[in-house]
Structure formats: structure tokens, C-alpha cells
């Protein structure tokens, strides 16, 4: 399996609070994504990184931000969750941008 | 906006039977992957097909590419219990990978 390690697992937050999900790996890809998986919707892409410092938006980007001090940690962060947001977070990497991807286990958010 | 289309979204059927899951699109893609997802876990990768007409085999399940390289299907002969999972196609467009709603599958014993 690849080295990818969300953190944390689960987590419930009230709305207006900031959150922060950790992703980290030790494969020393170069892509890392954060997707939302959600009942209907399939997995939705929010926010990738293509190198250290390199972030673009997906198609769910409104309310995230992201960072990526180093090679191994992709960060996602919520600045005032709403019940929206509410979903399973997956981190995921690949060596480039057509290559398959790797996920992580996922975190569970919860926002009331 | 790529979209892909996949049926049934949901599937029960009893241990042996065959079925087929359809992953469509109006959009070309350079390459189709299969993920399968368990309860708790992230997607993992099946398989890729990259070329149109390919049928790729894994085991009981076998993957093919349509011509177009607009749409693919997943076979499974003979389905068992532990088959049992969320398979999501996902196509690569020229931006983004673009990934279906998925099909959640059941065998009952």
C-alpha cells in the first residue's frame, strides 16, 4: 500500500470553527489532491498540488484552502466550517498528473 | 464540463450470477481507470485501459474500453460475497481526472 496517512480520522466540529486535515506521505510524489466524497456526487475534486508551494483549484474549491510546505504534507484547511462541508475527506497522490491514484483511508468531518 | 455517467448505481444480486457495470460519457478520455472502495477505506486502483478496444482481465472481472474511448464496462463472472464494494470509473480528460457517481455492488450469499 502506499505510505499515505490522513490525520485525523474523524472528526466533529461546530460551524464557524477553523479546521485543519492533515495529509501526509512518504512515497515523495509529486501530485497530491484532497477530494470530497459525498452521496451522489462521487468523489469532487477541491484542491491539488503539483510541487512544493504549487496549489491549484478543483471543482469544489469555495470555503478550502490548502498548503504544501514540504514534499510529504498536504494540508486542507477549513477557515469557518459549515454544515455544508459536512462529508469524507480523501487525500490522494500520484508520481504525475495522468498517473492512477493512490488515496488515503479518509477522514470523517462532521459540522453541526 | 467532462461527465461520466454510471449504471446501475445500485446493485444486488445472489453469489454466482454475472453483471456488468457501465461507466458513459459524451467526452473523450486518454485513459479509464477502475477503482474499488471497501466501508472505512479509500478507492483503490483495478485497473487502466488506455487504448480503445482494450479488455483488460483481472481474474472474474474484465474490463474494456469502448472505441471511441467515450465509455467502458465492468464484467464480473460469477460474483461472490467478496466482491462486494463501490467501484468508481474515473476518466482522464485533458485537465482533470473526471470520476463517476459509482456503483455500489452487493452479493448476497
Known amino acids: 500500500d502506499a505510505g499515505i496517512t490522513q490525520s485525523p480520522r474523524h472528526k466533529v466540529t461546530e460551524t464557524g470553527t477553523p479546521v485543519t486535515l492533515r495529509c501526509h506521505q512518504t512515497?515523495?510524489?509529486?501530485?497530491m489532491y484532497w477530494y470530497r466524497q459525498d452521496p451522489g456526487h462521487g468523489l469532487r475534486l477541491i484542491h491539488y498540488?503539483?510541487?512544493?508551494?504549487?496549489?491549484d483549484k478543483g471543482e469544489v474549491s469555495d470555503g478550502y484552502s490548502v498548503s504544501r510546505s514540504k514534499t510529504e504534507d498536504f494540508l486542507l484547511t477549513l477557515e469557518s466550517a459549515t454544515s455544508s462541508q459536512t462529508s469524507v475527506y480523501f487525500c490522494?497522490?500520484?508520481?504525475?498528473?495522468?498517473?492512477?491514484?493512490?488515496f488515503g483511508n479518509g477522514t470523517r468531518l462532521t459540522v453541526t | 464540463t467532462q461527465l461520466l455517467e454510471q449504471s446501475p448505481q445500485f446493485l444486488s444480486i445472489q453469489e454466482g450470477e454475472n453483471l456488468t457495470v457501465y461507466c458513459n460519457s459524451s467526452?473523450?478520455?486518454?485513459?479509464l481507470q477502475w477503482y474499488r472502495q471497501e466501508p472505512g477505506e479509500g478507492p483503490v486502483l483495478l485497473v487502466t485501459?488506455?487504448?480503445?478496444?482494450e479488455v483488460k482481465k483481472l481474474k472474474r472481472l474484465t474490463f474494456q474500453f469502448g472505441d471511441a474511448r467515450k465509455d467502458s464496462s465492468l464484467h464480473i463472472t460469477a460474483a461472490q460475497p467478496g466482491d462486494t464494494g463501490l467501484y468508481l470509473c474515473?476518466?482522464?480528460?485533458?485537465?482533470?481526472?473526471?470520476f463517476g457517481q459509482g456503483t455500489r455492488l452487493t452479493i448476497n450469499p
Open positions: 490522494a497522490i500520484s508520481e504525475d498528473k495522468d498517473s492512477p491514484l493512490h
Open positions: 467526452s473523450v478520455f486518454s485513459s
Open positions: 498540488s503539483y510541487g512544493v508551494k504549487d496549489t
Open positions: 474515473a476518466g482522464q480528460g485533458a485537465q482533470k481526472l473526471v
Open positions: 485501459v488506455v487504448t480503445g478496444g
Open positions: 512515497e515523495n510524489h509529486r501530485y
